[in-house]
């Protein structure tokens, strides 16, 4: 799908510093959706093997989702609605927006859904980054927000974790005089490791004017910490990214929300697009209105990765104690070589960061799964 930028999106770009030249890539990543054309070679070398089909019996730990899958409630929501999937359903979109500004303490228009985080993310460093105004994040951090600005041309400035493997957010505030977009991912993907809330209400206090700063919070329900609505509903500089793709179980159902002071939600609205999914949305509503849902999933989520962290302790493994659903295991030697050999074992491990190359991530499967992974990972690393 071919896209042209109007006049006033090609002037804003202009003025943000980008050449005329960029003005494809930048109309490639609008109408992107989920087929990311900043996606490096590498990132999708690591995915071949899995588009190739996964073995029977083999065990996927790589990418952080949750086995649980939808509650029960979200799935009846989706046999409900199914059948009027010829449908816009526009009503669907508004009803969970409603509950989740209800839900969060702000206004209804602070909420803008989307079908999950990743596209806000994208849209943010289309709206707020430029070759003039770096994006700002942690290294070892999620890189989708850096692919996206390397790919338009924006400066990516990676500031190192904390001993205690937080956010440096002094670093942080202090990397760019012109920072556009200073990502911060609650609790960190790959680490698994929490910034306290003192230290982003720090950064948000003390960041570069004009910036803007974004917190990830898909994490934030496994690890049972506070999220920063408050913030947003104090009018900060401070957009918030949610996704139902991990304690919720929906990372194929798609629904997910961006929360800021419409100012803000406004300037990334113009790169989004259209209807989105109906199952994705009654799934997503459903998923808010089941009471016990995120503290008994925290519980379960909680035990299984304790008991692997506790065999890593065991086996006197270096890992890096993680509080959400996926850790970080030093092995000792190129951790490509673990994950391939894993792989023979039927093992699927995440990927590896270029900070730390002898580190491997790991996902919270079920006991089962973990289980299985205990077994072939004493041999792999024997």
């Known amino acids: 799908m071919n896209v042209i930028l109007t006049e006033e999106q090609r002037k804003d770009f202009l003025q943000r510093g980008f050449s005329r030249r960029n003005f494809g890539r930048i109309a490639a990543m609008i109408t992107a959706g989920t087929a990311l054309p900043f996606y490096n070679e590498p990132a999708m070398a690591q995915l071949s093997a899995i588009r190739g089909g996964m073995p029977a019996g083999a065990v996927k730990i790589n990418a952080n989702e949750n086995p649980l899958g939808p509650c029960e409630e979200a799935l009846n929501a989706v046999y409900a609605v199914a059948r009027n999937g010829g449908r816009y359903l526009y009503e669907e979109t508004f009803g969970f927006q409603e509950l989740l500004a209800e839900q969060e303490g702000v206004k209804r228009d602070y909420v803008q859904p989307y079908a999950g985080s990743s596209a806000p993310l994208h849209q943010a460093v289309l709206a707020f980054t430029s070759p003039t105004k770096p994006f700002v994040t942690a290294d070892p951090g999620y890189e989708a927000g850096e692919r996206a600005a390397e790919f338009i041309g924006?400066?990516?400035?990676?500031?190192?974790?904390?001993?205690?493997?937080?956010?440096?957010?002094?670093?942080?505030?202090?990397?760019?005089?012109?920072?556009?977009?200073?990502?911060?991912?609650?609790?960190?993907?790959?680490?698994?490791?929490?910034?306290?809330?003192?230290?982003?209400?720090?950064?948000?206090?003390?960041?570069?004017?004009?910036?803007?700063?974004?917190?990830?919070?898909?994490?934030?329900?496994?690890?049972?910490?506070?999220?920063?609505?408050?913030?947003?509903?104090?009018?900060?500089?401070?957009?918030?990214?949610?996704?139902?793709?991990?304690?919720?179980?929906?990372?194929?159902?798609?629904?997910?929300?961006?929360?800021?002071?419409?100012?803000?939600?406004?300037?990334?609205?113009?790169?989004?697009?259209?209807?989105?999914?109906?199952?994705g949305m009654v799934a997503a509503t459903a998923s808010l209105k089941s009471k016990m849902l995120v503290t008994e999933r925290r519980k379960k989520i909680g035990d299984v990765r304790e008991d692997v962290l506790s065999f890593l302790d065991k086996h006197n493994f270096k890992y890096v104690p993680s509080v959400s659903n996926k850790f970080m295991v030093d092995v000792k030697r190129p951790g490509l070589e673990i994950k391939d050999a894993m792989e023979k074992e039927k093992i699927y491990i995440g990927r590896v960061w270029k900070s730390w190359p002898t580190y491997v991530r790991v996902s919270i499967g079920t006991q089962e799964e973990m289980n299985k992974f205990k077994t072939a990972f004493l041999k792999v690393m024997a």
């Open 154 to 279: 924006a400066p990516v400035i990676r500031v190192p974790l904390t001993k205690t493997y937080a956010h440096d957010v002094k670093q942080m505030a202090a990397a760019s005089a012109n920072a556009g977009l200073i990502y911060v991912c609650n609790p960190n993907n790959p680490t698994g490791t929490l910034t306290p809330r003192a230290e982003i209400e720090w950064l948000l206090a003390n960041k570069p004017a004009g910036s803007v700063l974004m917190v990830d919070e898909a994490y934030t329900h496994i690890a049972g910490a506070p999220f920063c609505s408050d913030l947003v509903a104090k009018d900060k500089d401070i957009i918030l990214l949610r996704t139902f793709s991990k304690i919720y179980g929906m990372a194929g159902l798609r629904a997910g929300a961006a929360i800021g002071r419409p100012d803000l939600l406004a300037k990334i609205l113009p790169y989004s697009s259209g209807a989105l999914p109906v199952t």
